[in-house]
């Protein structure tokens, strides 16, 4: 008689289930970490760093992973030797990682694709940043100016409702809140990154975990929800920027599939749909029928449902305008900071870094700091991080992720460029996102061709396709 392994009671609920197909009947959980295969299921409910990062990278190899969201990764192998396994090696990773083949290249197979870097080495940059900052910049004082930054962010958040409120009541003239609320919502949704890479709950909340709250900031701006960001931004992309695993390349790739003249009206009204309706489908089936037995994530409810609410309430005091234009700024403005932030544009993505030091090409930290733009807005660093959604000390924030605001970035790169400029890496100045990085992406995202068509095609072909980009949007929550 054969048995089916049981998953239902597993912390990884479904997901495990899913790993377990694309590895071909395989009936454990496991992580590769320096070629080694563990089984971390006994670790998850202890992890110093919260539970929430297993279930997305089952069936991984999560070296990068391990080697750069802790200060000395090296210290923690005797953990690591616990847990190890001989039954499955490093060829049995999920070769498409268990995502949607659109967000990878044609081809992609994590077992030779999924770029290798030596942690540890003698020479590794990484390792001497770290020991930069740690003489720099101690911890105590990094604890001091994070709770700085969160108690900012907790004033922002005031502020935004209080704006709001000030827009539903008319106690303020409509454009004035209209400005006030797209510098929130960037705002929030910059923090919301930095809290997306914090230390989660040890284990699932079955109602509400508040210690994810923080984190679903990330959905302020429109573009996106911290749902799928735990995944995408911190385990993929940051980890392997650059590479084909990097699926942040991949954003607006269905845009540019859609007719010039068309973009950006498609782009707005697919996003609307997404904020109203799309994102919520998508939580739920992520949360309910993906992450079974992870609880309800109220966390993620409450955020959509304020967010509607506020639509809903300048709706009813007539004042649906003023909401929409807030949108329309908020989301082109954010869409333009994420895009402005690397070399994703279609001519650039596969860029060498002939730039680097030859010693250095292959050096995880190196490539982080070459493939990464801070962002000039104002130019005051203290400001702009929040202007900037966190992206004027953009390259501080991939070398060091697992520091836990934009104000410890700031005091931390000093160290990161006297350690980058040691090993014959040049610091360049931010870019400026209105002189410099706009141009690029108008000519790169708005006014170039359409990808994926070898012919010309029809007006009315042109209109189903953006019609077809939008609906996606408004049922599937997906981009």
Same mark, same amino acid.
């Not at 030797?81 to 967000?103: E, Q, T």
């Not at 290798?116 to 003698?122: A, E, S």
């Given at each position: 008689?054969?048995?089916?392994?049981?998953?239902?009671?597993?912390?990884?609920?479904?997901?495990?289930?899913?790993?377990?197909?694309?590895?071909?009947?395989?009936?454990?959980?496991?992580?590769?970490?320096?070629?080694?295969?563990?089984?971390? +299921?006994?670790?998850?409910?202890?992890?110093?760093?919260?539970?929430?990062?297993?279930?997305?990278?089952?069936?991984?190899?999560?070296?990068?992973?391990?080697? @750069?969201?802790?200060?000395?990764?090296?210290?923690?192998?005797?953990?690591?030797?616990?847990?190890?396994?001989?039954?499955?090696?490093?060829?049995?990773?999920?070769?498409?990682?268990?995502?949607?083949?659109?967000?990878?290249?044609?081809?992609?197979?994590?077992?030779?694709?999924?770029?290798?870097?030596?942690?540890?080495?003698?020479?590794?940059?990484?390792?001497?940043?770290?020991?930069?900052?740690?003489?720099?910049?101690?911890?105590?004082?990094?604890?001091?100016?994070?709770?700085?930054?969160?108690?900012?962010?907790?004033?922002?958040?005031?502020?935004?409702?209080?704006?709001?409120?000030?827009?539903?009541?008319?106690?303020?003239?409509?454009?004035?809140?209209?400005?006030?609320?797209?510098?929130?919502?960037?705002?929030?949704?910059?923090?919301?990154?930095?809290?997306?890479?914090?230390?989660?709950?040890?284990?699932?909340?079955?109602?509400?975990?508040?210690?994810?709250?923080?984190?679903?900031?990330?959905?302020?701006?429109?573009?996106?929800?911290?749902?799928?960001?735990?995944?995408?931004?911190?385990?993929?992309?940051?980890?392997?920027?650059?590479?084909?695993?990097?699926?942040?390349?991949?954003?607006?790739?269905?845009?540019?599939?859609?007719?010039?003249?068309?973009?950006?009206?498609?782009?707005?009204?697919?996003?609307?749909?997404?904020?109203?309706?799309?994102?919520?489908?998508?939580?739920?089936?992520?949360?309910?029928?993906?992450?079974?037995?992870?609880?309800?994530?109220?966390?993620?409810?409450?955020?959509?449902?304020?967010?509607?609410?506020?639509?809903?309430?300048?709706?009813?005091?007539?004042?649906?305008?003023?909401?929409?234009?807030?949108?329309?700024?908020?989301?082109?403005?954010?869409?333009?900071?994420? +895009?402005?932030?690397?070399?994703?544009?279609?001519?650039?993505?596969?860029?060498?870094?002939?730039?680097?030091?030859?010693?250095?090409?292959?050096?995880?930290?190196?490539?982080?700091?070459?493939?990464?733009?801070?962002?000039?807005?104002?130019?005051?660093?203290?400001?702009?991080?929040?202007?900037?959604?966190?992206?004027?000390?953009?390259?501080?924030?991939?070398?060091?992720?697992?520091?836990?605001?934009?104000?410890?970035?700031?005091?931390?790169?000093?160290?990161?460029?006297?350690?980058?400029?040691?090993?014959?890496?040049?610091?360049?100045?931010?870019?400026?996102?209105?002189?410099?990085?706009?141009?690029?992406?108008?000519?790169?995202?708005?006014?170039?061709?359409?990808?994926? @068509?070898?012919?010309?095609?029809?007006?009315?072909?042109?209109?189903?396709?953006?019609?077809?980009?939008?609906?996606?949007?408004?049922?599937?929550?997906?981009?």
């Amino acid at each position: 008689m054969n048995e089916e392994p049981e998953t239902t009671r597993h912390p990884l609920g479904t997901e495990l289930a899913a790993a377990q197909r694309d590895r071909a009947g395989l009936r454990r959980p496991f992580w590769i970490v320096n070629g080694e295969a563990y089984d971390l +299921t006994e670790w998850i409910g202890l992890h110093p760093g919260g539970g929430a990062w297993f279930a997305e990278s089952v069936g991984r190899d999560i070296t990068a992973l391990f080697n @750069t969201y802790h200060r000395d990764p090296q210290s923690l192998r005797r953990i690591l030797a616990r847990y190890r396994i001989d039954d499955v090696g490093a060829g049995h990773v999920i070769p498409n990682l268990g995502l949607p083949p659109f967000l990878l290249p044609a081809g992609f197979n994590a077992v030779t694709d999924l770029p290798k870097f030596d942690f540890g080495k003698p020479n590794d940059l990484r390792a001497e940043i770290v020991r930069q900052v740690e003489s720099r910049a101690p911890r105590d004082r990094l604890r001091r100016y994070d709770r700085i930054f969160d108690a900012i962010s907790g004033l922002a958040f005031a502020g935004h409702i209080a704006v709001m409120c000030a827009l539903v009541l008319g106690a303020l003239p409509a454009w004035i809140c209209v400005l006030l609320l797209v510098l929130s919502r960037t705002s929030l949704a910059g923090a919301g990154p930095i809290y997306l890479h914090r230390r989660k709950p040890r284990r699932a909340a079955k109602i509400l975990s508040v210690g994810m709250l923080p984190s679903a900031l990330f959905d302020f701006n429109y573009v996106g929800t911290y749902l799928v960001g735990v995944d995408g931004h911190v385990i993929l992309h940051h980890p392997y920027l650059g590479s084909g695993a990097d699926i942040k390349g991949a954003f607006l790739g269905g845009l540019r599939r859609v007719h010039p003249a068309l973009r950006i009206p498609a782009y707005t009204v697919q996003k609307l749909g997404m904020a109203l309706f799309g994102i919520a489908r998508l939580g739920f089936m992520i949360i309910f029928l993906r992450s079974r037995g992870a609880g309800v994530r109220a966390e993620f409810w409450l955020v959509r449902g304020f967010l509607v609410a506020e639509f809903v309430a300048c709706v009813a005091t007539g004042h649906p305008i003023a909401w929409l234009v807030q949108f329309v700024l908020t989301l082109w403005f954010n869409t333009l900071l994420i +895009t402005a932030s690397h070399d994703f544009e279609p001519d650039e993505r596969d860029a060498p870094v002939d730039g680097l030091p030859e010693a250095l090409r292959e050096d995880w930290a190196a490539r982080q700091i070459y493939l990464s733009y801070d962002l000039r807005i104002l130019g005051n660093k203290w400001v702009d991080v929040f202007l900037s959604a966190g992206l004027n000390t953009h390259r501080v924030h991939h070398t060091l992720p697992f520091q836990r605001s934009g104000f410890a970035n700031i005091v931390s790169e000093p160290a990161v460029r006297s350690a980058c400029e040691a090993a014959g890496i040049s610091w360049d100045r931010p870019r400026n996102l209105f002189t410099e990085r706009l141009p690029v992406f108008v000519r790169s995202y708005l006014w170039a061709p359409a990808i994926g @068509t070898g012919t010309a095609r029809r007006p009315l072909t042109e209109l189903i396709r953006a019609c077809r980009y939008v609906s996606d949007g408004w049922r599937t929550g997906e981009d």
